[in-house]
């Protein structure tokens, strides 16, 4: 069976720091990989996502993820981070020919002034 | 294109009554599926469907019910809501399982009493 570890549940960062959002996977082969983000009270957008060939992807809000199948990881990455990027981020796997996704159990960023 | 509706998106419910959540998307995708979302536990899986008249159970089935007439449509019915269904509920959508992007709804709040 898959499943999806965030290894951090809450991250502080200030404001213009760099950031990194952990997250490792657990499945047979390499499976389809997404980080999706929640601000408070809203639904799930799509931040970025890997399916195949280059291993690092970039994706909205100046997000990029580098997929290392080595360390069966997918971690997220922001040179700078902004107040607005305050939220819960989810990371999640989907493997070849399923519909299902499998979440992590997310992690909640608090950006300091 | 509104992408994925759910309605409604805040509902509060007393114990023992019933309620239907509704779900539509205009894309003409194959898969949907409903999830819920509890704190510190990330999204679980309910129920989903692979086309109009299959549906099948995900990780979090029990007190759930669910039918998928037709493509557009796919409702989550609680039979009788108990004060552990108290969650945030999001629909979700694809394409097909080689790997296309899941779409999520906005999220239905819900509180049973």
């Known amino acids: 069976a898959q499943s999806v570890t965030q290894p951090d549940i809450h991250i502080t960062v200030s404001e213009g720091a760099s950031l990194e959002l952990r997250c490792n996977y657990s499945y047979g082969a390499t499976p389809y990989l997404f980080w999706y983000v929640q601000s408070p009270g809203q639904g799930l957008q799509l931040l970025l996502k890997y399916f195949s060939g280059d291993t690092l992807v970039q994706g909205i809000k100046g997000f990029e993820a580098e997929f290392k199948r080595s360390q069966s990881s997918f971690n997220l990455r922001k040179p700078s981070v902004h107040w607005s990027d305050a939220a819960e981020y989810f990371c999640?796997?989907?493997?070849?020919?399923?519909?299902?996704?499998?979440f992590g159990k997310g992690t909640k960023l608090s950006v300091i002034p | 294109n509104a992408g994925v509706t759910q309605t409604p998106k805040f509902q509060v419910l007393k114990t023992g009554q019933s309620m239907t959540l509704q779900c539509a998307q205009d894309?003409?995708?194959?898969?949907m599926s409903w999830y819920r979302q509890d704190p510190g536990m990330g999204l679980r899986l309910i129920h989903y469907?692979?086309?109009?008249?299959?549906?099948d159970q995900g990780e979090v089935p029990n007190g759930y019910n669910v039918s998928r007439s037709t493509t557009e449509d796919f409702p989550l019915r609680l039979l009788s809501a108990a004060p552990s269904q108290t969650s945030v509920y999001f629909c979700?959508?694809?394409?097909?399982?080689?790997?296309?992007?899941?779409?999520f709804g906005e999220g239905s709040w819900l509180t049973v009493v």
């Open positions: 469907s692979v086309g109009a008249g299959i549906t």
């Open positions: 894309m003409n995708h194959e898969y």
């Open positions: 979700a959508s694809s394409y097909s399982n080689r790997g296309d992007t899941i779409y």
């Open positions: 999640a796997s989907r493997g070849a020919g399923s519909y299902q996704l499998t």
